[in-house]
């Protein structure tokens, strides 16, 4: 699989032939290799919940402990392998990590796998962790 992006926004995905599985539309909007539009409906915190088809109909639900370990899957064959999950990050499910546009992220660890290249703030310890996600408060926070 290889992954297209402009910047930070999601472009298309294609698999080992080159051919597009996924691509991106219109906001909340991805179109699978066969062209069909699927609708994300997220929660609060922009985790993708549910998938629906253009008819409204329920093709996939998802849930999330708060760190973003994937606790249930459900999904028909249109939707199978799509890429966006917690947090509306992009999910790998070979090495079970997010990308966040710089560095991969651990939902079994709560952790980054690299560090952060940013000190932090001297005023405030807890963002002086090269490691942490959302300042260890997943349920009030994302990383940008």
Not at 26 to 39: A, F, I, S
Not at 45 to 68: F, K, L, M, Q
Not at 118 to 136: F, V
């Amino acid at each position: 699989m290889k992954f297209y992006h402009a910047d930070s926004d999601f472009i298309h995905i294609t698999n080992d032939n080159g051919q597009i599985v996924w691509t991106s539309d219109k906001p909340n909007t991805v179109k699978n290799q066969n062209g069909d539009p699927l609708y994300y409906a997220a929660n609060y915190r922009g985790d993708v919940v549910r998938i629906v088809d253009e008819n409204g109909a329920t093709v996939a639900n998802y849930s999330y402990d708060p760190w973003g370990k994937v606790l249930s899957v459900s999904e028909n064959a249109a939707v199978a392998g799509q890429p966006i999950g917690y947090a509306g990050y992009y999910y790998d499910r070979e090495t079970k990590l997010y990308y966040l546009q710089a560095r991969y992220y651990d939902p079994e660890t709560a952790r980054f796998i690299s560090r952060d290249r940013d000190p932090g703030d001297k005023d405030d310890p807890i963002t002086q962790n090269a490691y942490t996600y959302a300042n260890d408060n997943p349920v009030m926070l994302v990383d940008p």
